[in-house]
Antibody, heavy 123, light 106 residues
């Protein structure tokens, strides 16, 4: 059974940093792309970042480019999101999502999601 | 940047057919995906590559995609189908979601 468990969320001041983790199990973690998707309170889904299955490419939404860094530790079956220079508009539940394949543009999709971790950016 | 537009809300009586649309420029040239999200829960994939159903998704869920519009159709809608539905497509190497549609079964 595929399981994705996020952690690391919390309250942080504007301009601060936070690192999210996603512990994966139930599948061969190294073979698949992984992604982060967020949802602001009462709002819709927003794709944030992805790490390719081949391990040689990372992708970011324009809204977080230059501030967030995605990484993947296949030895620990864990996906990370380092978030720096946080803003109030980054407040959201952050979901870790498994990609069906290696991140094939146009053909891939999110087949499993974690339960999410809440990040609140406020003074 | 690429945008997907969904109606904010759709209402349907129990047992009837619900149709939720998702519009985007030449969306029919791409694959469309649909996710269901119930209150307090994580999203669940209900349709992939326009019209395919993942294992465990009831047959009453179907999808189509042509021109500028993708459509999620729920036949014989049940109370348990009340949820937010999001369409998704690709814009080059980025993933794009629609704004979501709240389906009310009344």
């Amino acid at each position: 059974e595929v399981q994705l468990v996020e952690s690391g969320g919390g309250l942080v001041q504007p301009g601060g940093s936070l690192r999210l983790s996603c512990a994966a199990s139930g599948f061969t973690f190294s073979s698949y792309a992984m992604s982060w998707v967020r949802q602001a309170p009462g709002k819709g889904l927003e794709w944030v970042s992805a790490f390719s299955g081949s391990g040689d490419s990372t992708y970011y939404a324009d809204s977080v480019k230059g501030r967030f860094t995605i990484s993947k530790d296949n030895s620990k079956n864990t996906l990370y999101l380092q978030m720096n220079s946080l803003r109030a508009e980054d407040t959201a539940v952050y979901y870790c999502a498994k990609v069906k394949g290696g991140y094939s543009y146009g053909n891939d999709y999110f087949d499993y999601w974690g339960q999410g971790t809440l990040v609140t950016v406020s003074s | 940047s690429y945008e997907l537009t969904q109606p904010p809300s759709v209402s349907v009586p129990p047992g009837q057919t619900a149709s939720i649309t998702c519009s985007g420029d030449k969306l029919g040239d791409k694959y469309a995906y649909w996710y269901q999200q119930k209150p307090g829960q994580s999203p669940v994939l209900v349709i992939y590559q326009d019209s395919k159903r993942p294992s465990g998704i009831p047959e009453r869920f179907s999808g189509s995609n042509s021109g500028n519009t993708a459509t999620l159709t729920i036949s014989g809608t049940q109370a348990m189908d009340e949820a937010d539905y999001y369409c998704q497509a690709w814009d080059s190497s980025s993933v794009v979601f629609g704004g979501g549609t709240k389906l009310t079964v009344l």
